[in-house]
C-alpha cells in the first residue's frame, strides 16, 4: 500500500525555468513531509522540509507547498539549474509516533540547458 | 563529518548464502536506520537504532534478516538464505539525537544481487 505518491516518474524543464514537483499522500496522520534528491551512485540527500502546521517553507531557490486538505505537496525550483538534474523522492512521517519515513517512488528532473 | 560510510557497495551471492552489511554513521549521531530499495521504487524502512536498542522493525524485515549495534556506533545487517527477491539496494542513514531528526544521512548504500 503506497501511503505516498509521486504519479511523475520524469520531468523535463528549461533552465532558467521554475521546477513543480508533485506528491500526493493518502495517510492524515502524517504532519511532516520532506524531500531528497538523488543522485546516481550517491545516497538521497535531504533537501527540504516542512511540518503541518505549515503550508509553506522556503529555503533559498526551493519552496515547499502543503495543501493538507488535498493531501498534496509540491517542491518549486526557481530557477531551475542544470546540476538540479537528480532524482526527488517525496518523503512523510508521524513526528510522535515512531521512526518510520514512508517514501514516493521518486520523479526524476532533467534540467536542459 | 566524513558522512555515512557503507560497505561493501556491491555485493554479488548465490541464492541460499549469508550475506553481510556494514554501516558506520556520522559520528555524533545516535540514530541509525536502515532502508531497502528496490528499482523504481523509493526507499523502504526496515529497521531503526537509537545508540544500540533497536527500537522500530518493519514488516519487511523477515526472519532472514538481522540488525545489530552493538556499541551504539557501527551497525552491521545480516540476510540468511538469501533468496532472489532480496535483490535491492541497502541503504544505511543516521540522523542527530534532537532537532532535526527527520534531516536524514543517506550513506550510498549496498547493492545486492542474488544469482
Known amino acids: 500500500d503506497q501511503q505516498v505518491k509521486q504519479n511523475s516518474p520524469s520531468l523535463s524543464v528549461q533552465e532558467g525555468r521554475i521546477s513543480i514537483l508533485n506528491c500526493d499522500y493518502t495517510?492524515?496522520?502524517?504532519?511532516?513531509f520532506l524531500w531528497y534528491k538523488k543522485y546516481p551512485a550517491e545516497g538521497p540527500t535531504f533537501l527540504i522540509s516542512i511540518s503541518s502546521i505549515k503550508d509553506k517553507n522556503e529555503d533559498g531557490r526551493f519552496t515547499v507547498f502543503l495543501n493538507k486538505s488535498a493531501k498534496h505537496l509540491s517542491l518549486h525550483i526557481v530557477p531551475s539549474q542544470p546540476g538540479d538534474s537528480a532524482v526527488y523522492f517525496c518523503?512523510?512521517?508521524?513526528?510522535?509516533?515512531?521512526?518510520?519515513?514512508?517514501f514516493g517512488t521518486g520523479t526524476s528532473l532533467t534540467v536542459i540547458p | 563529518d566524513t558522512g555515512v560510510s557503507q560497505n561493501p557497495r556491491h555485493k554479488i551471492t548465490k541464492r541460499g548464502q549469508n550475506v553481510t552489511f556494514r554501516c558506520d554513521p556520522i559520528s555524533e549521531h545516535n540514530r541509525l536506520y536502515w532502508y531497502r530499495q528496490t528499482l523504481g521504487q523509493g526507499p523502504e524502512f526496515l529497521t531503526y537504532?537509537?545508540?544500540?536498542?533497536?527500537?522500530?522493525k518493519s514488516r519487511l524485515l523477515s526472519d532472514r534478516f538481522s540488525a545489530e549495534r552493538p556499541k551504539g556506533s557501527f551497525s552491521t545487517l545480516e540476510i540468511q538464505r538469501t533468496e532472489q527477491g532480496d535483490s535491492a539496494m541497502y541503504l544505511c542513514?543516521?540522523?542527530?539525537?534532537?532537532?532535526?531528526?527527520?534531516?536524514?544521512?543517506f550513506g550510498s548504500g549496498t547493492q545486492l544481487s542474488v544469482l
Open positions: 537504532f537509537q545508540n544500540e536498542a533497536q527500537l522500530e
Open positions: 518523503a512523510a512521517g508521524v513526528a510522535r509516533a515512531g521512526n518510520q519515513f514512508y
Open positions: 495517510n492524515s496522520m502524517f504532519d511532516y
Open positions: 542513514a543516521s540522523s542527530p539525537s534532537g532537532g532535526r531528526r527527520e534531516k536524514l544521512f
